[in-house]
C-alpha cells in the first residue's frame, strides 16, 4: 500500500496506473476509520482495480464552533485497517498541501445545501463541494463511493459531478450500524457510556416511524410528534431537526405517498449525530 502526501505524488501514482488500463476507486474520509468507511472500501474494492481512500480533516468544512480541534484521529491504525480493506494506495495530505497560501476558490450548490444540515452549517457544504472538487482531481478515479449516511452530501456529490461533468461514477454504500441499531460515525467516539445509551434514539426513532408508516401512517406531523416525545424521554438529548423530504430535491413533503427521506440530527450532550432512513 503506497502512501501519498503530496499532490504530484498522488497524481503521477494515478497516471501510472491509468497507463495500464487499470481503474481507480476513491474514497474519500477523515479518518478514524470504521466499519462503515471499510464497508465503502469493499464496495470500491469489487468494482476497480486500484483503491484509492483519502484520510484529511478538511478545515473549510467546519464550523468556527465546531469540532475541528478535537475530531478524533488514529492515522497509525487507519493504515493497519486501509491496508487489511486491501487499500492501493492511501492519500495523506496536511491543510497546507491542500489549501497553500493564497487559496482562493470556492465550490458551492445553489439549491441542495440549502435544506437539512446546511440550515445548521453554512459552511458546511461549499467546504465538502471544494474538497470533493480537488480530490477529484488530484485522485483522478473511475469510481468514488459515498456513505447513504451522509445522505444530503451524496446527493450533492452527485449533483456536483453532473453540473461539472466530471467523468467519475459516483456509488453509494448502505448505512453500516453497530449491532444495537446506532450508525457508525467517528464521532461515537465522544459519547460518554450514558450517552451512548441516548444516542439509540435516533436508529430507534426512525424505526418507529417506518412501522407507523407500514401501518398507514401518511401525515409526516403526526410522525414526527410522536418521534420528539420518544427522543425527549432519553437523556441529554437536543433534536436539531426530524425531516421527511423528497428523496432527490430535498424538499419538505407534506404527505407520505412515495419514497420519503427521513433524516434526523440529534445532539446527545455536545455531539452532533444524524441518520437517515428511506421510508
Ligand atoms: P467521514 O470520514 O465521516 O467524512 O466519512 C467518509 C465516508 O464514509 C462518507 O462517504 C460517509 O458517508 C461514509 N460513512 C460514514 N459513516 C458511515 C456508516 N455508518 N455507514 C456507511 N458509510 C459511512
Given at each position: 500500500m503506497d502512501i501519498l502526501k503530496t499532490i504530484s505524488q498522488m497524481q503521477k501514482w494515478s497516471k501510472t496506473k491509468k497507463k495500464e488500463s487499470k481503474t481507480i476507486c476513491f474514497v474519500p474520509t477523515m479518518g478514524y476509520l470504521h466499519q462503515g468507511h471499510i464497508s465503502l472500501m469493499e464496495k470500491g474494492k469489487s468494482l476497480c482495480d486500484e483503491l484509492v481512500i483519502s484520510i484529511f480533516v478538511n478545515p473549510?468544512?467546519?464550523?468556527?464552533?465546531?469540532d475541528l480541534d478535537t475530531y478524533p484521529s488514529n492515522i497509525e491504525n487507519d493504515l493497519l485497517l486501509a491496508k487489511k480493506a486491501g487499500v492501493t494506495a492511501v492519500f495523506l495530505p496536511n491543510k497546507d498541501i491542500i489549501y497553500?497560501?493564497?487559496?482562493q476558490t470556492e465550490i458551492k450548490l445553489q439549491?441542495?445545501?440549502?435544506?437539512l444540515c446546511g440550515k445548521f452549517r453554512p459552511v458546511f457544504f461549499s467546504g465538502v463541494t471544494t474538497v470533493v472538487t480537488k480530490l477529484f482531481n488530484i485522485v483522478m478515479p473511475d469510481i468514488a463511493v459515498f456513505g447513504q449516511k451522509d445522505y444530503q452530501q451524496l446527493q450533492i456529490i452527485r449533483q456536483l459531478v453532473m453540473d461539472l461533468n466530471f467523468d467519475i461514477k459516483i456509488v453509494a454504500g448502505d448505512i453500516i450500524r453497530e449491532q444495537d441499531g446506532l450508525a457508525m460515525s467517528?464521532?461515537?467516539?465522544?459519547?460518554?457510556i450514558s450517552q451512548r445509551a441516548s444516542a439509540l434514539c435516533l436508529s430507534k426513532s426512525l424505526h418507529m416511524a417506518r412501522d407507523m408508516v407500514d401501518q398507514g401512517e401518511k401525515n409526516p406531523e403526526v410522525i414526527k410528534l410522536k418521534m420528539e416525545t420518544f427522543i425527549g424521554t432519553f437523556a441529554e438529548t437536543n433534536i436539531e431537526y426530524i425531516n421527511f423530504c423528497?428523496?432527490?430535491?430535498?424538499e419538505d413533503i407534506?404527505?407520505?405517498?412515495?419514497e420519503t427521506l427521513l433524516a434526523i440530527v440529534v445532539r446527545v450532550g455536545e455531539t452532533r449525530l444524524i441518520d437517515n432512513t428511506l421510508l
Open positions: 473549510a468544512q467546519f464550523g468556527p464552533n465546531e497553500p497560501e493564497n487559496f439549491e441542495l445545501p440549502q435544506f467517528s464521532r461515537n467516539a465522544y459519547l460518554s423528497d428523496p432527490e430535491t430535498l407534506n404527505v407520505i405517498e412515495s
